[in-house]
């Protein structure tokens, strides 16, 4: 019971700022100075109309293909640099490590000018490709550091049973690795969703926007929409509420329990 | 089944010295052969070199008297077995067996087939449909067993099999693998520090010191005419006593008695050495006594009614023709 307060003033910190989100949402535009609403409404939600759905599936599209293309670059490199001996290896961890540590400012001209020539510009795939880049670092350490983990005996073992070392890497290693596997997901999720910097300068069709520029752009010249910004940040967090809670399940010890003797 | 020749097989490491230095050895046909030594004399390092999981820096490797140097360990056609069992923890029992047929590429009548006849030779038919964690220690290593036997390769190799095991069985499985060898007549290659393991299991045991070969012989002559001091001083217990000869009245230099040829006499006989009585440990079986002599120790062995006190004299006799001299 000593606890109590303690949890209680965490959650607070954490849920506080959400939970007056979530009631501005549903409060009336009128009545939002005042502490306790007349009736509570959906009309904010209602407000948001076809533009910000369509903003919702851009961004999941971006973040879903971004998510894809790191975890299979990723895991692949990351098992290459966990595993196997080869020319250069050191500099490609360091390399990546220094690329994820340049502010996104610095490289937005140029990626502009790149995505330009190339004919991505104000494309999705256009987001895609610079958010891996950023993502990139992350999951190759991560899953880099997951695979040393995995007993080097299981490596052996499934080499002398007749597997290439991408043979081990799909059949052996991979099926281990949902817990690394799911945590990288979230990861670059959850960063490719809230981008705001690179989705604001690339894109120009408004149907082609994201969920934080959407956000961003909502407040007109002489109006400021509080209700349906909060409706629309609430929309937001859904999504990533949702894949945390699924994906939590996979994210459990003991999945190579068994095989090697502890 | 098949011949192992390993001809001047070298292996560096930059900035260490030499894992193995020139090492040459013939397997025979269906020999089981142990390699032995202390943690990083070499032993492992030869046998990845056989498996084809490591490359030698110079040297070639032959199985079927065919160099294998640059091939997989697939194309080697060898099976492992690892001392932490390395089972594929996402597969049940069956899958593990399976996996090496299915990467072969084996039909899968004959999959399953060969799959059941592995488990029902190592005992494990019950266990097929469970996951390596429901497992025993014992029971995973007679899984890793099956997935080395069920694919029958020309070679198997043995990574210290054993030696996460407890001592009760080990000694099981010890004799399992013995019959199992005496069965199949495979030839069997296999690693271990446990110089008893050695000595029951083997045709012939090579020692391994610092990446150099010390002695190829079989068990008994490893044991009665050890190459050097070495040798020697690896196998037996209680170590064999290595002495100034002439603290036993022999001529000078280096020699090595073991305590069970160190006669204890009541009385003083000629060729008998006298010291004082320091230490008396009773195995059941027999009596190891501690001796000072001229401020040596030297370790003998009683029967194990011995009736000796520490602190009284005792006299000890080497044997004749067992004193063992090293250079």
């Known amino acids: 019971m000593r606890r109590a307060p303690a949890v209680a003033a965490v959650l607070l910190f954490f849920l506080g700022p959400l939970a007056w989100q979530a009631l501005t949402s549903v409060w009336p535009e009128a009545e939002l100075t005042r502490p306790l609403p007349s009736r509570l409404t959906l009309a904010s939600y209602a407000g948001l109309g076809v533009p910000f759905a369509r903003a919702v599936l851009n961004s999941i599209l971006v973040a879903a293909g971004t998510t894809a293309l790191c975890l299979s670059v990723g895991a692949a490199a990351g098992f290459a640099v966990a595993r196997l001996e080869f020319p250069g290896r050191r500099f490609l961890l360091g390399g990546a490590l220094a690329i994820s540590m340049f502010p996104p400012i610095a490289t937005v001209s140029p990626l502009y000018l790149a995505l330009r020539s190339v004919g991505l510009r104000d494309t999705l795939a256009g987001l895609v490709l610079p958010y891996a880049t950023f993502a990139l670092p992350l999951t190759l350490w991560l899953l880099a550091s997951f695979f040393r983990q995995l007993p080097d005996e299981l490596y052996r073992a499934a080499r002398v049973d007749g597997c290439t070392p991408w043979q081990a890497f799909v059949r ?27 989705a604001l300068t690339f894109i120009s069709t408004p149907a082609k926007r994201t969920v934080p520029v959407a956000i961003a752009l909502f407040a007109g010249e002489h109006v400021e929409p509080w209700g349906q910004i909060a409706a629309a940040s609430t929309v937001a967090v859904l999504p990533l509420a949702v894949l945390t809670l699924l994906f939590q399940r996979r994210i459990v010890a003991g999945l190579t329990a068994g095989a090697v003797k502890e | 089944m098949a011949t192992v020749s390993l001809e001047r097989l070298r292996k560096a490491h930059p900035g260490a010295p030499d894992a193995l230095r020139e090492l040459s050895l013939e397997i025979g046909d269906g020999e089981f052969l ?56 996402h597969k049940d029992v069956r899958g593990n067996l399976a996996f090496p047929l299915q990467l072969a590429r084996v039909p899968r009548a004959e999959m399953d087939r060969r799959v059941s006849e592995t488990a029902e030779l190592l005992g494990i038919t019950s266990l097929l449909s469970r996951k390596p964690r429901e497992l025993s220690g014992g029971q995973r290593q007679r899984v890793a067993l099956g997935r080395a036997l069920v694919r029958k390769p020309r070679v198997f190799l043995f990574d210290e099999p054993l030696s996460n095991l407890d001592a009760g069985l080990r000694a099981q ?3 399992e693998l013995k019959r199992l060898h005496a069965s199949l007549r495979a030839t069997f290659v296999y690693v271990t520090h446990d110089q008893a393991e050695a000595m029951t299991l083997s045709d012939r045991i090579a020692v391994l010191d610092a990446g150099q070969l010390q002695q190829v012989a079989p068990p008994k002559e490893i044991y009665d005419r050890p190459a050097n001091r070495f040798v020697a001083e690896f196998f037996g217990t209680p170590r064999i006593n290595v002495v100034p000869g002439r603290l036993l009245g022999l001529p000078d230099g280096e ?10 006499l009541s009385e003083a006989q000629p060729g008998a050495v006298e010291g004082t009585l320091e230490l008396i440990e009773l195995t059941g079986a027999e009596t190891w006594l501690t001796v000072a002599v001229a401020g040596q120790r030297l370790v003998a062995r009683a029967g194990a009614d011995y009736a000796g006190r520490a602190g009284e004299r005792v006299r000890l006799r080497p044997a004749q023709g067992r004193v063992l001299r090293f250079g």
């Open chain 2, 173 to 175: 499985l010890r004799a």
């Open chain 1, 172 to 198: 052996v290693f991979l099926p281990l690795s949902w817990p690394a596997l799911a945590t990288s997901a979230i990861l670059v999720f959850i960063f490719s969703w809230n981008e705001l910097l690179y």
């Open chain 2, 34 to 89: 142990s390699l032995v030594g202390p943690s990083g004399c070499g032993k492992s390092t030869t046998l990845n070199l056989i498996a084809g999981l490591d490359e030698p820096t110079s040297g070639v490797v032959r199985i079927d008297g065919r160099p294998v140097n640059g091939l997989s360990p697939a194309e080697r056609d060898v099976a492992m077995v690892f001392q932490s069992y390395a089972l594929y923890p």
């Open chain 2, 255 to 264: 020699v090595g008695v073991r305590p069970e040829h160190l006669e204890v």
